[in-house]
């Protein structure tokens, strides 16, 4: 049958895939759009098995807090390169992600990836899309946090977002700002009871060989890695970082000022460069 200029768009507007992929996609479903759609869902597997070896380091980081503000999720969809990852109907996708992820509340990236996207599951948009856009596209990370009240921050550029989860009253200026210092100061943990024994093990050898090669006396090893880990946590764990919006003091002491009572319980924090 013949395939209309009409049909074509109709097609396009369903898919967003390029002209001349309806037109071929029509012609090969003898017009019936179902298929035609189905037939770019499947080119899209085949684009993405073809590119399945390439390296998608590209993409957009986003954060997002649920309506009550008690529900944040943090994903990473990728792409091969900027110029794909500045597209904007392929940060419309991740921001509709994202959304799904806040009205759902999976609990991990397989799940996520199972939800319903309009008509379709999460993977198969992105296999739609891999099939527009013809790079490697990847849900490549997802996580979320719950509280009271939950704060997000999302980097100029998207490429660097953080979660922050409170227990207690929290206004929307001070949650930012703690997301914000998420963001800017990567730390390992809330506060240096929650850092991690292996990761407390390893700054500590590190000091070790550190003042060793500094020509210390061996003795003294110990007590010099101890000192500098007190530093580590001073400069690696929320609560006790210099507060990056006045400087002089601690996140801990801004929290005591702007919400008293108010409890960090979790943070997250993703970037592409990571």
């Known amino acids: 049958m013949a395939i209309t200029a009409a049909d074509v768009a109709k097609l396009r507007k369903m898919t967003s895939a390029g002209m001349m992929d ?12 179902d298929k035609a759609v ?24 986003l954060a997002k807090v649920s309506s009550n503000k008690k529900y944040g999720a943090i994903i990473s969809l990728n792409c091969e390169t900027d110029f794909v990852a500045k597209n904007g109907d392929f940060i419309n996708v991740a921001n509709k992600i994202v959304e799904i992820a806040l009205q759902q509340q999976p609990k991990t990236l397989e799940e996520l990836k199972g939800l319903k996207f309009d008509t379709i599951s999460v993977q198969e948009k992105i296999n739609e899309q891999i099939a527009v856009i013809g790079e490697k596209i990847d849900l490549t990370y997802f996580d979320f946090v719950t509280g009271d009240f939950v704060a997000a921050y999302i980097h100029a550029g998207n490429k660097l977002a953080s979660l922050v989860a409170f227990q207690g009253s929290v206004d929307e200026q001070t949650g930012k700002d703690v997301a914000m210092q998420i963001a800017a100061m990567s730390p390992v943990s809330v506060d240096k009871d929650d850092v991690p024994a292996d990761v407390i093990e ?20 110990d007590k010099i890695a101890q000192g500098r880990l007190q530093k580590f946590f001073q400069e690696s764990t929320l ?19 702007n919400a008293a009572g108010a409890k960090v319980i979790a943070i997250r924090r993703y970037s592409l460069a990571d």
Not at 202 to 221: F, H, Q, Y
Not at 239 to 256: C, M, P, T, W
């Open 22 to 33: 309806c037109k071929q996609a029509l012609e090969e479903a003898n017009g019936d759009f």
């Open 38 to 61: 189905q037939i770019i869902r499947e080119k899209g597997k085949l684009v993405a098995a073809k590119r399945a070896d390439r390296e998608a380091n590209e993409g957009v980081v």
């Open 202 to 221: 390893k700054e500590l050898e590190i000091a070790r060989e550190k003042a060793r090669l500094e020509g210390k006396p061996e003795n003294m090893l």
């Open 239 to 257: 609560l006790n970082q210099e507060f990056i919006k006045e400087g002089k003091i601690s996140v801990r002491d801004y929290l005591a000022k």
